[in-house]
């Protein structure tokens, strides 16, 4: 059976994906009010991307361009990236030292493969990042994020979790599905409510 790890990327157009996801993020932003500091949270199946189911087929330059295109973005912002890992990794995460010093989270010993355990955009994280870690979870602190190929981020975003519709509905032929946290609602029907946290 063939090794489809590093599948060529020559039928897509790496700078029209790293356009399309950095639009993507930035709509994000816009929607979800982020402040400088916060948690960014991307799951991405650089197969999906691709049109192919997710694990099948993993790209390393689909998942760099991703990944430029994304610190395009939050970079300037001073917003931090957590790159999930694939399942075979249990969605640990890579995150920069400074941020799981930051919000104490709890290091594991693993290093993301692209064609064993982790998934190509997790390993290009921990190749790109000044001094890369892998957490174990980001216990819910995330306050918003992007997950390209249903991988599913939601449990690590703060809650309540509520969907973003954004323009950008896919990058390559992968689905974009976005999220952010907001406060909690308190004090029922008589209470009022600071829009600008709706």
């Known amino acids: 059976m063939p090794d489809h790890s590093y599948t060529s990327a020559k039928s897509l157009n790496l700078e029209e994906i790293k356009s399309q996801s950095a639009e993507a993020v930035r709509e994000v932003l816009e929607k979800s009010h982020l402040k400088k500091g ?3 949270v991307v799951g ?3 197969s999906e991307v691709q049109g192919d189911a997710i694990g099948t087929h993993t790209n390393v330059d689909v998942a760099r361009a991703i990944y430029q295109g994304i610190q395009e973005v939050l970079a300037p ?3 931090r990236l957590a790159a999930q890992c694939c399942e075979h990794l249990n969605r640990a995460l890579i995150v920069e030292r400074e941020t799981m010093e930051q919000f104490r989270l709890e290091q594991v010993n693993a290093i ?3 064609n064993h355990a982790g998934g190509a955009f997790a390993t290009v994280a921990y190749q790109e990042m000044a001094d890369p870690v892998a957490v174990e979870s980001l ?13 599913l981020i939601g449990m690590h975003i703060h809650p309540v979790v509520v969907p973003l519709r954004i323009q950008t509905r896919q990058i390559g032929n992968a689905i974009v599905i976005c999220a952010r946290r907001r406060p909690k609602y308190v004090g029922g029907a008589r209470a009022i409510y600071d829009p600008s946290l709706m």
């Open 38 to 40: 916060e948690i960014f």
């Open 44 to 46: 991405c199946s650089s």
């Open 77 to 79: 912002a001073g917003i």
């Open 112 to 114: 993301p493969q692209p």
């Open 139 to 151: 216990n819910a602190q995330a306050s918003a994020g992007i997950d390209i190929g249903a991988t």
